[in-house]
């Protein structure tokens, strides 16, 4: 008779020495108005936001969700987890309103990754273009990598657009 057993093969437990360090993804700088600025877009975004305190937040360790109520073509809401540091909340707001603007509510699992490299992109360039230091994205940004040609062309576009779009309506 052929068989396995169930074993743990690795664990952090399993290691010594010091702990790995966090990552930082957050956004950081001065961002001045740029948070207020983002509120004030949510009519022409399509958005509705609502700032949820850190101490009820119920989605782990995202700092922000655009959710469908409808789980379809109806407005977005964007949830955003409460924190002091502005410009980390500012990359947030404008990472949610990039899926706002790109991907609809029907959430295909195997396309979740490439949906949030996109929001991502869009996240980096505008907040770039804010004066945001957005380096702690950049891990995102690497998954294009395996996309052919083709599809990391029409990413480029579809991002390029909803960039286009976001600095449009925070210049207005």
């Known amino acids: ?20 360090p966090e ?31 850190d101490e009820v937040w119920g989605h782990g360790n995202a700092d922000g969700v ?3 109520p409808d789980g379809g073509d109806e407005q977005p809401v964007v949830e955003l987890r409460d924190r002091s540091e502005r410009a980390a909340v500012a990359g947030t707001l404008v990472h949610e309103y990039a899926h706002a ?3 609809s509510g ?18 980096y360039i505008v907040g770039r273009h804010c004066g945001l ?16 040609l083709e599809t990391v062309h029409d990413r480029l576009q579809r991002i390029s657009q909803t960039v286009t779009e976001i600095i449009g309506y925070l210049q207005n």
């Open 101 to 103: 603007l790109l991907h």
């Open 66 to 68: 655009c959710k469908w």
């Open 133 to 148: 230091d957005m380096s702690g994205s950049a891990f995102y940004l690497a998954a294009w990598e395996t996309d052919s």
């Open 23 to 53: 990552l930082e993804t957050e956004a950081t700088g001065e961002a001045g108005d740029l948070v207020g600025r983002l509120f004030d877009i949510t009519d022409e975004v399509g958005v509705s936001v609502r700032v949820v305190p």
């Open 106 to 123: 029907k959430l295909d699992i195997s396309e979740r990754a490439k949906r949030e490299v996109e929001a991502e992109a869009v996240a």
């Open 1 to 20: 008779m052929v068989g396995f057993t169930p074993a743990s093969v690795f664990d952090v437990s399993q290691t010594d020495g010091e702990p790995l």
